[in-house]
């Protein structure tokens, strides 16, 4: 486990977008996804017959299938509008373009369902005679971003995430799916409850009460804080991300907004965070 992490950490920061491993052919035959570090197994495939959300299909059999290791915009419920609401159809069209009435070979690493019953595969499509991952191709059109639980697969969907973030594609050139800055407190709480991705120089690390505080502001109320749990400082310390080594550098991280006497992200995953520094 130590070593996978290791891995993970020192390559992230310098991982680059690879092409696409071509098809296998039978199922419980493991292929690996781009840069090798993601090793899936095929796990059925199925002919899809509608497309739920931005990640999200049924298959014509009835079965639900949802991509691992992206976030994209929730599909807004009846009666929303604004940028939410058009981020959320924006995704699941994107999705729709690509794969909608097609048929799919699905691939997994670890758990295979949620606890919705859900199907937790990669969709692999044929598109101009050429295998395509769906989460990297909405990861690489910008309608997606890397989740905070992509495990060993984080490098190489940060690979594919990367080019698009940087380019301002699809939806990272919306103001509200930007990367926010962690000192920018206004920002912060109106992203309370939502997936983002936050970036900036960790001012001060402390520890207190089996807990880990990464402060970004001089007042830790009024900027972000990263909390890490002790018991999962030696994850972080093995993928090259020792939290009391990160003060004073600039890092970049991934998680669900939180309002706790100040914006908190937990990171439970070295995946989380990033060296931003150049």
């Known amino acids: 486990m130590r070593a996978r992490l290791s891995r993970v950490g020192l390559l992230v920061g310098v991982a680059v977008l690879i092409a696409l491993a071509p098809a296998s052919n039978g199922y419980g035959q493991r292929r690996a996804l781009p840069g090798n570090s993601c090793r899936l197994e095929a796990v059925g495939a199925g002919k899809i017959s509608a497309i739920v959300d931005g990640r999200s299909f049924l298959l014509d059999d009835g079965r639900e299938v949802r991509l691992p290791g992206i976030e994209v915009p929730l599909p807004p419920v009846a009666g929303e509008t604004g940028p939410r609401a058009e981020a959320g159809n924006a995704a699941r069209e994107a999705l729709a373009s690509m794969v909608a009435g097609e048929v799919v070979e699905l691939r997994a690493a670890g758990r295979v369902s949620d606890r919705y019953s859900r199907i937790l595969a990669h969709a692999y499509y044929t598109h101009q005679g050429i295998q395509r991952s769906a989460a990297h191709e909405l990861l690489a059109k910008g309608f997606a ?61 402390r520890e207190s009460g089996g807990t880990i505080y990464m402060n970004f502001g001089r007042r830790w109320s009024e900027a972000l804080t990263v909390t890490i749990s002790k018991r999962n400082e030696r994850n972080f310390a093995a993928a090259g991300l020792d939290p009391k080594r990160l003060e004073n550098r600039r890092v970049r991280v991934r998680g669900w907004i939180e309002e706790r006497n100040g914006p908190r992200i937990e990171a439970l995953r070295p995946e989380q965070i990033e060296i931003a520094e150049r």
Do not use: M, N, Q
């Not at 992509?150 to 919306?174: H, I, N, Q, T």
């Not at 799916?177 to 407190?185: D, L, P, S, T």
């Open 145 to 205: 971003r890397v989740s905070s639980e992509a495990g060993e697969c984080a490098v190489d969907l940060l690979a594919g995430e990367r080019p698009a973030r940087e380019s301002k594609l699809g939806l990272w050139a919306e103001p509200y799916y930007a990367i926010v800055g962690a000192e920018r407190f206004t920002d912060l709480l109106a992203e309370r409850g939502h997936f983002t991705v936050v970036e900036g120089k960790v001012l001060s690390v």
